[in-house]
């Protein structure tokens, strides 16, 4: 099989081979795809049955282990399937098949592959002369072609297995409700904030949180509410880390460690502070 790459030996591969942004044909996707219905061997195709015949006894590459082919066919199995049609596990008798699509760049392509029962179809629908077909998806015209085949094939019923966990996690195996108290809204805990100046002349920071009868400490030094507008407005005398603390009224807090940095790089007039 044969990854197709232009400018092979200009370029070397990249991440968009990770993502699908290489050239494969049609049939060396049924080869991959056929390898992972056979337990991760890949084995070339038999476009004949006397191909077949001369192939049966093959060995074939271990591409995958088999582990590792079962488990992406179960993942491939949870796919919705097309619109308007019921998923094969809430219908009784039919095939359940593990399946995907894919688009190409600029629409040219429509594909969808599938593995169900000893099958594996692959549906191309694009243009003969390759161009563009604007907004056709491989799962809007190529995925119904695919069901349709399957439809028609004699595959034995099968039911996906489970790739859920067997039990709940930790943290999820008892729900405790959520500690009542002051929740602080800015600055955010351990976040980095940048501001225009220090000391008593700057523009400050303006503290929010959601609670009743607030109090603001920094440092465990108390920080008073302007007396017109009521917001808390903190002046940080330098730049460094702190210690943002909120208490309610009953004596419930919340805090945040924060890193003041100096020196405000937007345009001037912009506030230091959120609105």
Excluded: C
């Excluded at 795809?33 to 049955?49: M, Q, S």
């Excluded at 082919?69 to 619109?83: C, F, K, M, N, S």
């Excluded at 190409?104 to 029962?117: E, I, N």
């Excluded at 800015?186 to 523009?203: E, K, L, Y």
């Amino acid at each position: 099989m044969n990854l197709d790459r232009p400018q092979a030996k200009a370029r070397d591969p990249g991440l968009a081979i990770a993502l699908g942004g290489v050239g494969v044909t049609l049939r060396d996707l049924a080869v991959l795809y056929a390898a992972l219905g056979d337990g991760g061997i890949a084995k070339p195709l038999a476009l004949t049955e006397a191909d077949a015949e001369l192939r049966r006894h093959e060995r074939g590459h271990r591409l995958v282990r088999a582990e590792a082919a079962g488990q992406v066919l179960d993942i491939l199995r949870e796919t919705a399937p097309p619109t308007g049609l019921s998923p094969a596990a809430l219908t009784r008798g039919r095939a359940v098949m593990a399946f995907k699509t894919g688009t190409s760049y600029g629409f040219r392509d429509a594909l969808s592959a599938g593995v169900v029962g000893g099958y594996v179809v692959i549906v191309w629908t694009g243009r003969a002369d390759g161009g563009a077909r604007g907004g056709l998806t491989g799962r809007d015209s190529a995925l119904p072609l695919l069901f349709e085949v399957a439809d028609r094939l004699d595959a034995r019923p099968t039911a996906p297995h489970p790739i859920a966990p067997k039990s709940a996690p930790p943290a999820l195996g008892e729900l405790q409700p959520a500690q009542a108290g002051p929740r602080l809204i800015f600055p955010p805990d351990r976040s980095t904030v940048q501001v225009d100046g220090f000391g008593p002349s700057a523009r400050g920071l303006a503290l929010a949180a959601g609670g009743e009868r607030l109090v603001w400490y920094v440092g465990g030094a108390p920080l008073k509410a302007d007396p017109v507008s009521g917001r808390v407005i903190w002046r940080p005398a330098s730049a460094g880390f702190y210690t943002v603390t909120v208490m309610d009224g009953e004596g419930r807090k919340a805090e945040a460690r924060v890193r003041i940095k100096g020196g405000w790089p937007g345009p001037r007039g912009l506030p230091a502070r959120p609105p």
